[in-house]
């Protein structure tokens, strides 16, 4: 995966973070001519190759896989994740943790990768009846949670922020845990036992935010939730709001409380529930755009007054066209939305293993111009 064939200012040799102005910009408290980047994930492949451009070891992922910060290698796996973020430009750190939470899952072997792709075997449900949900492993939340998330926190460079959030949200775990099919099924069936699960999940995701909310250089809280596909929500959007907003609107307020925004990513089609995410569980930005269903510069001119938007570069566009394309799209986007405010700019959904890191490259080249 060579990205010399094209000049990049990216890996920065001296970037300036400046996490307070990414959020006040966001947040519409400061304009945003020229907007900041902002990113969901970033696959490892892409976080080693900049590690090895960078001249640092890479650590691999079988010597990380505890959370374990007094382990060197996983002190050295942080480290050169910080760095990566940090010589991208960005003004942040995002890192996500699950507490534990269990459920059945298939792998293939993925050739953009070293290792395995994952998914969720939503045929095997964990949770069918009563019996299930009482017989359930439900984690707890400890501080082996967090030792990753502490250890971002506190060796971020100077001026940057820490973003984190629970990995995944809670439709995600109702639906892994449950399985899709059956879960449509009890929606109907037994919506108690639809309404017990959910409620234990957010229970534990909500102490989860309360203990995440205390670390000194969180400045947003930015979970991801995808509660949509292509052309509408995956469950009827009045159970959305009758069992999954709730929560969102609980954290949100957490992290309010704590004096920090709350971001969403959702994949999918929920213009549905976008009042509702705006108005009642007060969303401050919305992250996750694919052009097929509503382009970000549609959706700022629908809704940019109220919220911020984040990101909007789509991923077929960044894996399928060419850079020279990559940088006209990505020039669009910010010429449009940054004079209205409250935008970060990125990719759509985030930076997987099979976009190419020269097409990564070339959004945020295109992006940093501005503010050379």
Request: aromatic share 10%; hydrophobic share 40%.
């Amino acid at each position: 995966m060579s990205v010399m064939r094209e000049k990049f200012c990216v890996p920065l040799k001296n970037p300036s973070p400046d996490g307070q102005r990414m959020i006040d910009i966001i947040m519409g408290r400061q304009p945003g001519d020229v907007p900041p980047l902002v990113e969901y994930i970033i696959d490892d492949v892409h976080i080693k190759a900049i590690t090895s451009m960078l001249g640092r070891q890479w650590v691999d992922a079988s010597d990380r896989d505890t959370f374990v910060t007094d382990k060197p290698s996983r002190r050295e796996y942080l480290d050169n994740f910080i760095e990566a973020w940090y010589r991208l430009g960005y003004d942040f750190v995002r890192i996500e943790r699950n507490v534990g939470f269990v459920f059945s899952t298939e792998a293939s072997h993925d050739k953009t990768k070293s290792d395995d792709r994952g998914w969720v075997d939503y045929e095997h449900p964990s949770i069918e009846t009563t019996d299930d949900f009482e017989k359930y492993p439900w984690p707890k939340v400890t501080d082996e949670s967090f030792v990753d998330i502490e250890y971002v926190n506190n060796h971020l460079p100077d001026g940057m922020g820490l973003i984190a959030s629970h990995a995944a949200g809670v439709y995600e775990h109702l639906s892994w845990i449950m399985g899709y099919e059956n879960l449509c099924i009890q929606l109907y069936e037994n919506p108690e036992l639809v309404k017990m699960t959910v409620d234990r999940i957010g229970q534990i995701m909500e102490e989860f935010y309360q203990r995440l909310v205390q670390y000194d250089k969180l400045i947003a809280v930015w979970p991801g939730d995808d509660m949509g596909f292509r052309t509408a929500t995956l469950i009827r959007p009045e159970q959305l709001r009758e069992y999954i907003l709730p929560w969102h609107k609980r954290f949100a307020q957490i992290a309010h409380d704590a004096g920090v925004p709350y971001f969403l990513h959702s994949c999918g089609n929920i213009l549905a529930i976008m009042d509702a995410l705006i108005d009642d569980v007060k969303i401050d930005a919305k992250h996750s755009f694919e052009d097929a269903i509503i382009p970000i510069t549609d959706f700022q001119a629908k809704y940019g007054d109220k919220i911020g938007v984040l990101g909007g570069v789509d991923v077929d566009i960044l894996t399928t066209k060419s850079i020279e394309d990559i940088r006209k799209h990505t020039r669009k986007i910010i010429d449009t939305c940054a004079p209205k405010g409250k935008f970060a700019i990125g990719s759509g959904n985030s930076i997987p293993s099979y976009v190419p890191l020269e097409h990564f490259f070339a959004m945020l080249d295109e992006a940093l111009k501005d503010g050379k």
